[in-house]
């Protein structure tokens, strides 16, 4: 019996249907990871300050990423306000620039919806200065940057006060405006963090965080007049992601990648004088 064309023709257009409806519902059962993939291997793109975050990403890029199922695109941050507005929009898939208090103050003010993982490595604040050697020489109405977001600001007022320049009133955060004894009249000012160390000519001393120090090619651990202890130290740095993405394998194994013994190996030889100290 001979098939007529369009008989042939309503034949073929029927299976190319049941071919596609048989692809979607297969795209449907596989929903896509939080990272994009490339080859088989999970790409993540992930924002970090230049030194120590980067640095200790591109260690684990070259020596542990590929057999942990992942590859790395690392996109180097100087400010600390980028990394989580561009986690946010969805172009990064996780960041790692902030500690703990930054990043519950970040996701309290500006409602993110972010999580987070275990400390990775902790910079000591250290104090500054082009002028003086000892903070005991730091004259009346002397001028002290601080950083000027709150939880960095905190912690660089509680060293300083640990050091007897000031005393600060009983408060959780304090501020600029919390310092209830000041004998030397000190003039603390304020300044994005990033401009702190840049800005040491114009100051007779400023707390600098410590991957600013090392972009700047200080050693915290030799030109600091005092450094933060990292013992004991609440500031661990972590890698943050979306809420809905915390358990993406790919996200996870970088994380189990960060806090490995290898990691811990590159930090200590990298910062031999406690420049930078693991967390884990």
């Known amino acids: 019996m001979r098939t007529t064309r369009p008989v042939l023709l309503a034949a073929l257009a029927a299976v190319t249907t049941l071919a596609l409806a048989a692809c ?19 790409t993540i793109v992930i924002g970090a300050s230049p030194t120590p ?3 200790i990403l591109e260690f684990v890029q070259e020596n542990l990423a590929e057999d942990a199922g992942f590859t790395l695109d690392i996109i180097e941050y100087t400010d600390y306000v980028q ?10 898939d996780a960041n790692f620039f ?19 993982f275990d400390g990775v490595h902790i910079e000591p604040y250290g104090i500054y200065s082009e002028t003086v050697t000892s903070l005991d020489e730091l004259p009346d109405g002397a001028q002290v940057g601080v950083p000027n977001d709150p939880s960095n600001q905190a ?17 959780e955060d304090p501020t600029i405006f919390d310092v209830a004894d000041n004998p030397k009249d000190i003039e603390l000012v304020e300044l994005e963090a990033a401009q702190l160390v840049r800005s040491l000519q114009d100051l007779d001393a400023a707390v600098v965080n410590g991957n600013y120090a090392l972009e ?46 290898e990691v811990r190996a590159f930090i200590e030889e990298r910062w031999p004088a406690g420049e930078v100290v693991p967390a884990f």
Do not use: C, M
């Open 216 to 261: 700047a090619d200080l050693n915290p651990a030799e030109d600091a007049i005092v450094l933060e202890s990292g013992e004991g130290n609440p500031f661990a740095n972590l890698v943050a992601v979306r809420s809905e993405d915390v358990e993406d394998p790919a996200l996870v194994a970088l994380d189990e990648a960060l806090r490995s013994d």
């Open 155 to 171: 912690r660089a007022l509680e060293l300083l006060e640990s050091e007897g320049l000031f005393t600060l009133a009983d408060v």
């Open 98 to 116: 902030q500690h703990l208090p930054y990043f519950e103050a970040e996701v309290a003010e500006k409602g993110y919806d972010f999580a987070h």
């Open 24 to 42: 979607g519902d297969t795209a449907e059962e596989e929903p896509a990871a939080a990272t994009g993939e490339s080859g088989g291997i999970a």
């Open 53 to 55: 975050h980067a640095e």
């Open 83 to 92: 990394p989580n507005v561009q986690l946010a929009e969805g172009e990064l």
